[in-house]
């Protein structure tokens, strides 16, 4: 708990990198601190809930902690890190021993980073047209995924290259902002993000119509009943796919449906169970815990190092609970500049061409202690056009940039763990596993209007697989209003059963009665692959006796008991 020192001091999540982007505005500062704090601590009541609907051994992960309601001057920092380019390109079609290479499939690394900026190969062939992977936990067999896109950009770092008419590359914008922030900063103020589009990627051309997310059917903007104006389009023309040009492209923030704040913090606060069988290999307790995908630079690496803050490998070491530190995100770390022969054609320093658009180099938490790593958001590396050469002159390890891969490859990613010691230590627990009995399981719910806007807008991908935009969809709480009534919402469920519909239930002082039931497929964000899911239409009243704040969601199967609910899955406002 807080001290009586740090009360007044630690009183909410800090947006990423504690950006500000209302400086001349601290009305909406405040409105954007409030909107994110309070997303921040439904996504870690939803991290530490877990999932006690339909598996075993994954629920109540208590050892995962909340860092705004923890005093900061207890806290050990952990920078945790891994590279930026996909690891799961080299493990399937590389020299990383995945499950193709028994095809004989070695790509080569032209081709890797061919794949890691375009999607395909050097020869044209995307990924649809290569060998299926199998996954090293489950021995499931698939096309390779995520899908989207950039969506094998996985490593929660993607990037969009601007190339001259000669194909030369003249620069490269690298993000690891996550999609919840920009949807919560659009909530606040679309014309700011507006105003960030043009500044961040040097476009002063976009449009705010560029960015709003369009009724498929009838063109127009849809309302997002929450703000009462147009909802925000996360894969609009200027934030979607590797290539920027003046017309389209951009990487403002992530977009491969795995790469969200939500599912870091869930994948934290799964981590924090200790497995039968330890924290040696990160691969085998990934397979056992079964959070994030196997075979990536970063899930796996993240896992195990929070797993070893809370069940040391050395015994003289104090088990710690952990967390992901104040402010939570994901951060890109200054590239090696040492392997880029530090000289471009004229002498420059090449380090002067790396520039950092948002965030910053270097942190101090509540104490005032410098926190471990750097903390950018977004960079560009760009030559400036006064000189007469490009990106594509200088050179990395020897070897001229063809490919905005090979600078990926020279810096590291990173989130920033926290921990704090116990002199208790936390109960192992068997591999997570499918129980005897299932309940039906809140997945994410949306506004009506919004979520068949998401669904029917198809987006196109070089993995030739159907996909619509709620796969970039976010786990924000939809705002209701005291005194509202007959609000129609969607919620999507899982391991729906009985007959006839479920009860759905938020609590006291809201009523919700479920109108139609029907099914959908895509990924719920934080997944790789989109699923077959149950889709409920909801219509619910809010008396004027309810009280603020956020509300928990309960479906109940006919016939079952109820069991956990869903943390801040709506938020209720006053009128």
Not at 313 to 318: D, I, R, V
Not at 325 to 354: H, K, R
Not at 455 to 471: E, R
Not at 530 to 553: I, K, M, N, Y
Request: aromatic fraction near 8%.
């Amino acid at each position: 708990m807080l001290s009586s020192q740090t009360a007044d001091i630690v009183r909410r999540f800090l947006t990423p990198a504690n950006q500000i982007d209302f400086p001349q505005n601290p009305t909406l500062q405040k409105q954007l601190d409030e909107q994110w704090s309070f997303n921040l601590t439904g996504f870690t009541q939803q991290g530490i809930t877990g999932n006690p609907w339909n598996s075993l051994n994954a629920a109540n992960n208590t050892w995962y902690f909340n860092p705004v309601t923890t005093d900061p001057a207890n806290v050990v920092y952990q920078p945790i890190q891994w590279n930026a380019f996909p690891g799961r390109l080299d493990f399937y079609y590389g020299e990383g021993n995945g499950s193709n290479n028994v095809q004989g499939l070695e790509l080569s690394t032209d081709d890797l980073l061919s794949l890691g900026d375009t999607g395909k190969t050097t020869n044209g062939t995307p990924f649809s047209a290569l060998p299926k992977i199998t996954n090293p936990c489950t021995q499931d067999v698939s096309n390779y995924g995520p899908f989207g896109p950039r969506g094998w950009q996985d490593e929660y770092c993607e990037w969009s290259v601007e190339r001259n008419e000669k194909g030369d590359i003249v620069r490269i914008d690298f993000t690891c902002e996550n999609p919840e922030y920009w949807n919560s900063l659009w909530a606040v103020s679309p014309e700011r993000v507006l105003e960030l589009y043009r500044s961040t990627l040097g476009k002063p051309h976009i449009q705010l119509a560029d960015l709003q997310l369009v009724d498929p059917s009838r063109r127009t903007p849809v309302i997002d009943p929450s703000t009462g104006r147009p909802a925000y389009n996360p894969l609009n023309k200027w934030n979607s796919g590797p290539v920027s040009s003046a017309t389209q492209g951009g990487a403002m923030h992530l977009t491969s449906t795995p790469n969200t704040i939500q599912t870091e913090i869930g994948l934290g606060s799964a981590a924090t169970v200790p497995r039968p069988g330890g924290n040696g290999n990160a691969q085998a307790l990934i397979c056992c815990a079964q959070y994030g995908q196997p075979a990536r630079n970063s899930d796996p690496h993240i896992g195990q190092s929070i797993n070893q803050l809370v069940a040391p490998p050395n015994p003289a070491q104090s088990a710690m609970k952990a967390t992901l530190a104040n402010p939570p995100g994901l951060y890109i770390q200054t590239p090696d500049f040492a392997s880029y022969n530090y000289q471009s054609p004229d002498g420059t320093d090449v380090s002067t061409f790396w520039t950092i658009v948002r965030g910053r180099s270097e942190m101090f938490d509540e104490q005032g202690r410098k926190m471990p790593g750097h903390y950018i958001l977004h960079a560009s590396f760009q030559v400036p056009a006064s000189k007469p050469y490009t990106v594509s002159d200088l050179t990395i390890n020897g070897q001229k940039i063809k490919w905005a891969g090979q600078v990926a490859q020279t810096f590291l990613m990173q989130i920033t763990g926290a921990g704090l010691k116990q002199t208790d230590t936390a109960p192992v627990q068997s591999c997570v596993a499918t129980p005897p009995t299932v309940f039906a399981q809140p997945l994410q719910i949306f506004h009506a209007n919004v979520f068949y806007a998401l669904v029917g807008t198809q987006v196109p991908n070089v993995m030739g697989v159907d996909m619509n935009l709620a796969s970039n969809s976010t786990l924000i709480a939809p705002r209701l209003k005291v005194r509202d009534t007959n609000v129609q919402l969607v919620i999507t469920a899982d391991t729906l059963s009985g007959g006839g519909f479920p009860a759905v239930s938020f609590g006291d002082g809201v009523t919700a009665r479920v109108v139609s039931q029907a099914s959908v497929t895509y990924a719920v964000p934080g997944n790789t692959y989109p699923a077959p899911l149950s889709v409920l239409l909801v219509t619910v009243d809010v008396s004027a006796s309810a009280v603020p704040g956020p509300r928990s969601l309960w479906i109940t199967n006919n016939g079952q008991a109820q069991s956990v609910g869903f943390p801040a899955a709506i938020h209720v406002v006053p009128a």
